[in-house]
């Protein structure tokens, strides 16, 4: 990247709640601040077709009402974009086991989670000297 160009970080939020959603997508824009994030909220049904055009570094979706075969199809298209993240924002009782075998970038976060955690699983640096958690 030569000098003067700006390195925007793309991640893509789709929850039902638009509460949640704006509240995540506030927080995702705060914290990775240097890095111009341009975060996009959606409702999970929105996700196949802003998935290709965007390629984010990151999917956190609420699946708490996905059947397999959804998050499969999505697992899936994260692959064939380069390796995008896929967070599976879940309730305790929609939390099932077998879904962590969708693939090497999915992250599981159970609800109710904590911003730190949900920073950590959309791949920020948890590292990172920024004075937000």
């Not at 890095?35 to 077709?49: K, S």
């Not at 099932?96 to 904590?114: C, E, I």
């Amino acid at each position: 990247m030569g000098t003067g160009e700006v390195r925007v970080t793309t991640y893509l939020i789709a929850e039902s709640d638009p509460a949640v959603r704006t509240v995540l997508a506030e927080y995702l824009r705060g914290w990775d601040s240097r890095n111009h994030p341009y975060v996009v909220e959606c409702l999970p049904r929105q996700v196949p077709d802003l998935l290709d055009r965007l390629r984010p570094k990151a999917v956190a979706i609420d699946i708490t009402f996905a059947a397999r075969s959804e998050l499969e199809a999505l697992a899936r298209m994260c692959e064939r974009t380069g390796g995008t993240r896929l967070v599976l924002m879940c309730s305790e009782e929609s939390n099932d086991a077998s879904r962590t075998d969708l693939g090497t970038n999915l992250v599981l976060l159970q609800k109710p989670f904590g911003l730190r955690a949900f920073r950590q699983a959309v791949g920020l640096a948890h590292s990172d000297t920024s004075s937000n958690s």
